[in-house]
């Protein structure tokens, strides 16, 4: 049964595509010349004209360009530097080995059609997918954050030869001279967190007039760039899921419900190996967490649709990272016979459900809750596990950590390195997650909130930091990298935002 609002919207989109055809414009021409000719009939020209119209139309629908993804840039406009992207795609290669391995051992196709019964059977149950998932005994993840931080410890620039002049001291384990900022910098690029600032969450009080702050006013303009000049200063729990979208610029209508009805459609048709990752995922992350077990339905109904969402792929174009492909079997190298796996392009890896997890504190309804973390996700959370010189990629995040630790707290990361702990290599999980999974769930928002409101993940590493000087008493006292990781297993009595100011304003 066809909707008829569909249908309109279809109408609607060809008709603003025609009126942009140089056809349109030809046939506007011809009728006004044929109007002006002695003896033409109305009636006779309307009828004369649908039928040359339907040609048109039918000739336009035959030459119009197929939809297609936009040219990916040449590399080195994605990433300057030639032995990163080395790095990148030796990574890439490392990940796919992974699955093949997997694929080969358990003897799973990377894809399947599911069976009619199993369809229908899985539509019935969307929204508790939960209760009963696929067997994942032999199931493992394809890597998690400590191999990509072997890996991203490994790579070193090939011209410099370590003269420590100009550069950061080498006590660190990261060895790529990209530029990061300065402490002054970053004091600057948050002033409006300063010790003297109010922060929502934190400061608020029943005793300050609402007078001065008129929210409805910040709401209704619904426009991003004043809903992220009001949230530098945090998102009151009430409106967050509001402010979020408008920063985001997230407004769901019929056809992205639509859209997001087809991706739906696309997990109940075909069964993929990455689904089995997703499941695995949520069971060790998620589903093991007090603070986001009764998610567990909700983080399926976003990252299965997710797998399979090609509007992903537009984020390769400032990635430097490549979208893995798959070969029909036997055509092992043919162009025309390569896919995309998964169609996002994006390979989970442990840790991954939980970009989704504290998004399901602020929106109820699935659809919206995708649409959201699909935006944070494509303008942030990709550079979280992609290696590039960009300075909010995860390569610069890690420096940044160790240079603001060596600045500020020497003697701690002296004391650290001397007895085999590296700090980075305790710090560099809550990095690659944002601190999801390891802060209260609260403290992850109002830490989100900073990320989306200055528009960057620096906020991170000047965490990471702040963490280790409000542990250092206990830290330095331990003789063991075991020892150290024990005294900061527990982040989930922090306030982070007291301690981001500490931080970066406390003298």
């Known amino acids: 049964m066809t909707d008829p609002n569909l249908s309109k919207i279809f109408m609607q989109t060809l008709i603003e595509d025609l009126k942009s055809s140089k056809i349109y414009t030809d046939l506007q021409n011809a009728a006004q010349i044929e109007i002006t000719k002695p003896g033409v009939r109305l009636s006779e020209l309307k009828k004369g004209w649908d039928k040359r119209l339907k040609n048109a139309v039918f000739k336009y629908l035959q030459t119009k360009p197929k939809l297609q993804y936009p040219v990916t840039p040449p590399e080195h406009t994605k990433e300057p530097l030639l032995y ?10 490392r990940i796919l080995k992974s699955l093949n391995s997997m694929c080969t051992e358990l003897n799973i196709p990377l894809a399947r059609k599911r069976p009619e019964k199993e369809q229908k059977e899985m539509n019935s149950k969307w929204t508790e997918l939960g209760v009963e998932g696929p067997d994942l005994t032999q199931i493992r993840p394809v890597y998690a954050p400590k191999d990509f931080l072997e890996v991203i410890v490994g790579i070193q620039n090939p011209n410099y030869h370590g003269d420590n002049n100009g550069f950061f001291p080498l006590w660190g384990i990261v060895q790529v001279p990209v530029k990061v900022k300065s402490i002054n910098l970053l004091r600057l690029q948050y002033s409006e967190m300063a010790i003297n600032q109010c922060q929502s969450g934190i400061d608020d009080s029943t005793d300050i007039p609402s007078e001065l702050f008129d929210l409805d006013r910040i709401v209704n303009a ?4 004043v809903a992220q000049e009001f949230s530098k200063k945090g998102c009151p729990s009430g409106l967050r899921a509001t402010l979020w979208a408008q920063m985001l610029c997230v407004e769901v209508d019929d056809v992205d419900k639509l859209y997001y009805e087809q991706l739906k459609t696309s997990v109940l048709n075909h069964d993929l ?20 077990f009764v998610f567990e339905d909700f983080l399926y109904q976003v990252l299965l649709p997710f797998s399979r969402d090609t509007f992903v792929l537009n984020h390769f174009s400032q990635n430097s990272a490549t979208p893995p492909k798959s070969y029909i079997r036997g055509k092992l190298g043919v162009e025309e016979f390569s896919v995309l796996y998964p169609p996002n392009g994006v390979i989970p890896f442990h840790g991954f459900a939980m970009y989704v997890a504290p998004l399901c504190y ?15 996700y494509t303008r942030y959370f990709y550079r979280l596990h992609s290696i590039s ?4 990629g995860i390569v610069a995040l890690s420096l940044l950590f160790e240079v603001l630790l060596q600045t500020h707290e020497p003697e701690l990361f002296f004391h650290l390195k001397t007895v085999g702990c590296q700090p980075l290599k305790i710090a560099f999980k809550w990095l690659v997650r944002a601190f999801s999974g390891y802060l209260s769930s609260d403290q992850v928002l109002l830490l989100w909130d900073r ?5 960057s993940l620096e906020i991170l590493p000047v965490l990471a930091v702040a963490i280790f000087s409000f542990r250092k008493t206990n830290l330095l006292k331990v003789q063991s990298y075991n020892a150290a990781e024990a005294v900061l ?3 989930t009595t922090l306030q982070v935002i007291p301690l981001i100011q500490l931080s970066l304003f406390s003298k």
Do not use: C, M
């Open 84 to 93: 990163l992207r080395k790095a990148q795609h030796a990574w890439e290669k």
């Open 222 to 225: 619904n426009h991003g760039p």
């Open 273 to 292: 190996l990455v689904d089995s990752l997703l499941y695995k995922d949520v069971k060790l992350t998620a589903t093991n967490d007090d603070q986001y």
């Open 362 to 376: 602020l929106y109820n309804d699935p659809v919206i809750l995708y649409y959201v973390f699909r935006e944070i």
């Open 389 to 392: 010189s960009h300075h909010q």
């Open 451 to 455: 990320i989306l409101a200055y528009n």
């Open 489 to 491: 297993a527990d982040l």
